[in-house]
């Protein structure tokens, strides 16, 4: 029996109740909750008690301010789509990390933020099996998709394979132990890579292998594959299952861990013809040439500059910045609203300049 409605998040509300992207963007934290030593739960609703229609595995764009300087960062959704009166992001304290520290020292209950969301395609497909492969942090994703299986009773066989570096950092480790005994379909498979302070660990230890997944999930190749974590370990998962049969149709991952820069080679016989195009960093007092064929990202990177950044891709929004003057070519991908456009905002990261640049950064 299918036990999933024929109707979307957003048409099973009425419009008029239901937060809408392109126009709102106030949320007001109404509760902390501590998750480890070093995570945290943030949940947050609308001021005007509209509710929120997302897939699990979306996430939103944070716009903060920090230090008196504006900041962006994508957080995944943790919370289940089913509970539409409010939502949750759980963030891990990075060690230097100017954002995580400062949302877990500082955002309280009453605190009020803004954001854009929801966003992304890290989305479930109707399958009838499935591995959610998880490593430290990334488990916030497809924690949103074994919620949805529980709130919806929905039948399905999931093996949930979450790494971290030790016990105590394993994040959801009790949730995930409730889940799992009332959902009949559901085995979970806990690999931290020592057991510092949990000298009585009953399972395995170490990282992910082809030996660990044989015998962790050893009808693997007959899985949808829903992958999320740091970039090593996503690039071990991705070789591993590739080897271990999974077609690459049914491996999905997520990942807002590592930039891409643009790798350009122009040819030499076409340099004359290719326009160069002076940037200037107003705050940081630094100048670079990029060219009309290559992303200002991709140059201020090479080149040093210090911008923050995240998918690169024009998804997440992290790089939004404040074009000064100059005119860009933008191709986004839903990063930015239009109205931040109109107000002077763009995304370096999917930019190509089409004039001289000054940018507030």
């Known amino acids: 029996m299918d036990t999933k409605s024929q109707f979307s998040p957003a048409e099973r509300l009425h419009l008029a109740d239901l937060w809408n992207r392109h126009a709102d963007e106030d949320l007001v934290c109404i509760d902390v909750h501590q998750e480890t030593h070093d995570v945290k739960t943030f949940t947050f609703a609308s001021p005007e008690g509209k509710r929120f229609a997302f897939e699990a595995g979306q996430y939103f764009l944070f716009d903060l301010e920090v230090g008196g300087e504006p900041e962006s960062r994508c957080y995944s959704i943790s919370s289940s789509p089913r509970r539409s009166n409010a939502f949750s992001v759980t963030v891990k304290r990075v060690a230097g990390g100017k954002i995580s520290n400062w949302l877990h020292d500082t955002l309280a209950v009453g605190s009020k933020v803004k954001a854009n969301g929801p966003l992304g395609h890290f989305i479930r497909p109707n399958a009838k099996k499935y591995l959610f492969l998880s490593g430290g942090s990334g488990i916030t994703p497809v924690m949103a998709m074994v919620r949805e299986l529980a709130d919806t009773c929905e039948p399905a066989d999931v093996v949930f394979l979450h790494a971290g570096r030790s016990p105590k950092d394993l994040i959801f480790r009790d949730d995930l132990a409730c889940l799992a005994a009332r959902m009949k379909g559901l085995r979970l498979q806990f ?154 905002l763009f995304l370096p990261c999917c930019s190509k300049p089409l004039s001289d640049l000054v940018i507030d950064r």
């Open 191 to 344: 690999l931290p890579e020592t057991v510092l302070g949990e000298t009585q660990w009953p399972g395995l230890t170490g990282r992910i292998s082809a030996d660990y997944m044989k015998l962790a999930v050893p009808d693997l190749a007959e899985r949808v594959v829903m992958c999320c974590g740091p970039a090593p370990f996503m690039a071990a998962a991705r070789t591993i299952t590739a080897e271990l049969g999974v077609p690459p149709q049914n491996y999905i991952e997520e990942s807002f861990d590592a930039a891409v820069i643009d790798e350009i080679d122009i040819p030499v016989v076409e340099e004359a013809a290719i326009r160069s195009f002076q940037v200037s960093f107003a705050k940081q007092a630094r100048q670079i040439d990029v060219s009309g064929e290559q992303t200002v990202l991709s140059c201020a990177k090479k080149a040093g500059v210090k911008l923050p950044s995240s998918c690169s891709n024009g998804v997440c929004g992290t790089c939004k910045s404040k074009l000064v003057s100059g005119t860009v070519d933008m191709n986004h991908n839903g990063g930015i609203r239009q109205r931040e456009i109109d107000a002077g």
